[in-house]
């Protein structure tokens, strides 16, 4: 065997190629993981979150409450020993059936934030409308110190974040109708610097420089125009609920800021004509009014939650989900839809809408966040933007003409508004 060559045994090594093959069964493995995560977390963000979780992360911002009207009526402003803990809807001894708002309700509604209305009757206008606007102003701010543990005065959009950090319901204030400044732009000035924050341009009464929904063919005029500039000026937000159509166009054609409607739905579902048409938007906000008669026009039938809902989804389906809020009107209607009869009632409209529902949006999370706040504090920021934006502009100085345009003529209108007569 001299003459055979050894044998030699060698050891097989792994090749490179398998290696490869592993790590590609090890990378597949991990995306696959990863893809399955990322369904988990999207459906987590499409309104899985339990309603009472996700108010808990975002402050519910109520664009229009009337409960300083109720106070005036049945109170006469008299607040010192009342105690708003208590069920007025039910007390006989009010009788108050627009009476849908108290402290305990507020805080299972889960409301981070509230628009509280001095609203004065269009019948104070040319007579002592400032001064009971002032009034109102005035009890709005001693309910809101009434109660140091429930509720905050704040007059900024970081302070309804600040409120809502320290467990305390943010409260703002709007004035309802453009009558309450008494066409004098020191009277706007003084009301902004009182803590006013939103203007509704109208009510149900003309004023000498703009029209309110029952004169259609009428806009501002050029003293409306310099209202319009100087709430810009100011960081004081444009409330277009109540204005005629052309208001409306007239308004958005020079803000430099964007709008909001605070208590207004959808005129497509329900043609009446406080509610507001699709056909211009400026990155502002709709805010779903819930007064049944804003809801469904002349219904022989209750409306619901449900029929809240479809204008909730009509107006995310025609402007974006970036655009629509919530605006109850609770207090200044004499009815509510059912399941949603009271300030109590609004973690159910966020259940509602996070269900899935065939031929419905979908509504996420991060969508279900927006509709409670967080499209009113980025409108909020907006009209602070674009103040800081001005704040080397003089105040205009406009007085309005003495012999204003007929059209402008201030004719009560309350007297025909009927059941949309509401506050």
Known sequence: ?????????????????????????????????????????????????????????????DGHNDLAYNMKLILKNQINEFDFNCYLQHNPKWNC????????????????????????????????????????????????HKYPKQLELVTTANGIWESFARKRIASLIGVEGGHSIDSRLAVLRQMYELGVRYLTLTHTCNTPW??????????LSNFGKAVVYEMNRLGMMVDL???????MHDVLNITMAPVIFSHSSAYAICPHHRNVHDDRENGGIVMVNFFPEFVKFNSSKPVTIEDVAEHINYIRLVTGVDHVGIGGDYDGVDKAPVGLEDVSKYPKLFELLSTPQS???HWSTTDLKKLAGLNLLRVFKQVEKVRDSMSNQVPYENLLPEKPDSQYKSVPMWADCGAGNAY
């Open 210 to 219: 703009k029209s309110n929904l029952k004169a259609e063919n009428n806009g």
């Open 359 to 361: 031929g419905k949006p």
């Open 97 to 144: 059936s627009s009476c849908m708002t108290d402290i305990k309700r507020l805080n299972d509604g889960q409301v981070g934030a509230q628009f509280w209305s001095a609203y004065v009757p269009c019948s104070t206008q040319y007579h002592n409308a400032v001064e009971e606007t002032l009034e109102q102003i005035d009890v709005i701010k001693r309910f809101v």
């Open 241 to 247: 609920s109540h204005v005629s159509h052309k208001t």
């Open 1 to 61: 065997f001299s003459d055979t060559p050894p044998i030699t045994v060698v050891m097989a090594k792994p090749h490179s190629k398998l290696w490869l093959v592993v790590g590609g069964v090890i990378l597949c493995a991990l995306v696959i993981i990863a893809i399955v995560l990322a369904v988990l977390l999207s459906n987590q963000d499409q309104g899985i979150l339990p309603a009472h979780v996700l108010l808990s992360q975002v402050p519910l911002i």
